[in-house]
């Protein structure tokens, strides 16, 4: 399963970005979606799922109410809109799937697949 981020970059505070994600050649649809996130030195964090038919939603404390999950199904893409960015944002953010997950999975080690990462950085 091949997972592909797209949309990091540099960002200033305040600002917002649309990070994507997509899976080649699967059915997307029967995969758990979600988005992770790891600063320097730090361990890799969960930041938000969502459910396959894209009805539910989990989100970690720190991006509640600034970033939102959303999926296309039809395009085999996920989306992580991160909106009032703040330094603390600034991260590798990685793409993940599973097949069997349920919406609620935090842990890293329950997710099964994983993109490359693309680097979020926001400037004070």
């Known amino acids: 399963v091949q997972l592909v981020e797209s949309g990091g970059g540099l960002v200033q505070a305040g600002g917002s970005q649309r990070l994507s994600c997509t899976i080649s050649g699967r059915t997307f649809s029967r995969y758990l979606m979600g988005w992770f996130r790891q600063a320097p030195g730090k361990e890799r964090e969960f930041a938000a799922a969502?459910?396959?038919?894209?009805?539910?939603?989990d989100y970690a404390d720190s991006v509640k109410g600034r970033f939102t999950i959303s999926r296309d199904n039809a395009k085999n893409t996920v989306y992580l809109q991160m909106n009032s960015l703040k330094s603390e944002d600034t991260a590798v953010y990685y793409c993940a799937a599973d097949l069997s997950g349920n919406i609620g999975q935090r842990s890293r080690y329950a997710w099964a697949y994983w993109g490359q990462g693309t680097q979020v950085t926001v400037s004070s």
């Open positions: 969502i459910s396959r038919s894209g009805s539910m939603t």
